[in-house]
């Protein structure tokens, strides 16, 4: 087993095995999201409370734990690589980075036009919207950070050790301006619904989890394909890959042309 | 530990050498925090409100500005491969640089920030809390900037970018220092603030020359 994973630790073991999950995983993410985006569109009930607004939930919420999970799987990543000084496990992070900053900025950006029409106002300095911008920053160093560094495995293990800072700082954040926020403000908004959820409306935002999770591996694994391709591309193995041959046929035809 | 206090005695030296790199910085602070005034309008009320704020974003950003130095000079001159090198581990004599940082940029800004808290009509209690928060969170912002600063060393647009690194890992002392003096005024009392501010110093004491040490030595390998 653990012979197996090493195997694939490798980027040339492992450019094969992404080119043949990351379809799977796309189509789940779209079976799944079709599913649960009629669910939660055209079966749940309408809110009582909230009208129809209530529906942004479906994405909302599958989008801010998104956010969450991918800066630990990142901080996984970043962990795994740092102690086992594998490559493959710093392209995962970069890979995944794009994809959390995405689902943390949807998740403020749904936030904000759901907020608008429930609490009359875009933003509040709420202790989790606070949390997920400041989550959204971190997101944006370390893409900066690993930009920034012309030497792909120095970016790597310096992205590494932020990532993991920052995962450490997460949950301090949290809870410090979750202090802050009941010190400085009543409970003007309370986020918090207060009844339960129909199960349809359960059900659908579960699925939408689970879609948005499957997009997220997607994604991942087709950009870690073109980071290994262009990492790699000195090495023998991405010049006899069909695809790569086939782009270089393309180019060539196209010099002479030219 | 001989070669600690050599470290921090030799970049104490160093910088009161070049006096004028510790007191920009210093004179930053002043300047902030004279400017908020200016902006929000002189209404004391309004300002006793917002001055534990102000002070401490102005500390946090002073404290950012002489971050870049803190590794650069060494970088560039070999000082830092030297040290890498020698037999002491990298991470105390990194604890000694940190240290030095902090009695160069922190320890100015904690013995400042009552005179510039009389400006915004602090209480005596409330001057005394923000410099006992100042003492104990401008540490923090040294020991979680050598991270950033070692992370960033050498790199293109450096430290534009340790301010993005940086800045949202210093939410909590932020939220907890401003937080001691606002307890304060409004009759709160800030030992609560002011204990979670220590237990942060105290973890940022023991992780944060580990994590520059492990930076600093990606930094050197290529």
């Not at chain 2, 104490?12 to 400017?35: G, P, Q, W």
Request: overall charge positive; charged content about 10%.
């Amino acid at each position: 087993m653990i012979q197996k994973l090493f195997f694939y630790a490798s980027p040339q073991n492992f450019y094969p095995l992404a080119g043949k999950l990351w379809p799977v995983f796309a189509c789940l993410a779209t079976v799944l999201t079709v599913w649960g985006l009629w669910l939660g569109m055209f079966v749940a009930p309408t809110d009582f409370q909230q009208g129809e607004g209530y529906r942004i939930i479906f994405v909302h919420v599958p989008a801010s734990w998104m956010s969450m999970v991918i800066y630990l799987a990142m901080a996984f990543w970043a962990l795994l690589g740092l102690t086992f000084n594998t490559r493959l496990s710093g392209m995962m992070t970069k890979a995944l980075a794009p994809t959390g900053a995405i689902c943390a900025f949807l998740s403020l950006w749904t936030g904000a036009l759901w907020g608008k029409p429930m609490w009359g106002t875009w933003w509040v300095w709420d202790a989790r919207l606070t949390s997920e911008l400041i989550l959204f920053f971190l997101y944006l160093g370390h893409i900066a950070l690993t930009n920034a560094i012309d030497d792909p495995r120095r970016a790597d293990k310096a992205g590494g050790i932020l990532a993991l800072v920052g995962a450490l700082n997460v949950p301090v954040i949290y809870f410090s301006v979750k202090w802050w926020n009941t010190l400085h403000q009543g409970a003007s908004v309370s986020l918090t619904k207060g009844s339960s959820m129909a199960q349809v409306m359960l059900e659908a935002m579960l699925i939408m989890g689970v879609a948005f999770w499957m997009y997220a591996a997607a994604m991942a694994l087709y950009r870690v394909r073109s980071i290994i391709v262009v990492r790699e591309r000195h090495a023998q193995w991405v010049a006899e890959l069909p695809e790569v041959k086939a782009q270089m046929m393309k180019n060539a035809s196209g010099g002479t042309k030219a | 530990m001989s070669a600690f206090f050599a470290i921090v005695k030799r970049d104490l030296t160093l910088a009161l050498r070049r006096k004028n790199e510790v007191i920009t910085s210093v004179f930053f602070f002043v300047v902030v925090a004279a400017l908020f005034p200016l902006g929000i309008g002189p209404e004391m009320n309004t300002l006793r409100l917002v001055a534990p704020g102000i002070l401490w974003v102005g500390a946090l950003l002073a404290s950012m500005l002489s971050l870049g130095r803190m590794f650069a000079t060494d970088y560039a001159d070999g000082t830092l491969e030297q040290m890498a090198l020698s037999p002491n581990s990298l991470s105390l004599l990194v604890a000694a640089k940190i240290l030095a940082h902090w009695l160069l940029s922190g320890l100015p800004l904690v013995l400042l920030a009552p005179i510039l808290g009389l400006q915004f009509d602090l209480s005596t209690n409330a001057l005394w809390v923000l410099t006992l928060s100042l003492l104990l969170g401008t540490p923090v912002l040294s020991l979680i900037g050598a991270v950033g600063a070692a992370l960033t060393l050498g790199v293109r647009g450096g430290d534009v970018l340790l301010s993005l690194l940086v800045l949202p890992l210093y939410v909590p002392a932020l939220v907890f220092g401003a937080g001691a003096v606002q307890a304060e005024i409004s009759g709160l009392g800030a030992s609560a603030h002011l204990s979670v501010l220590a237990a942060l110093v105290l973890v940022a004491a023991v992780f944060s020359p580990w994590a520059s040490a492990a930076s600093l030595r990606i930094a050197l390998e290529s």
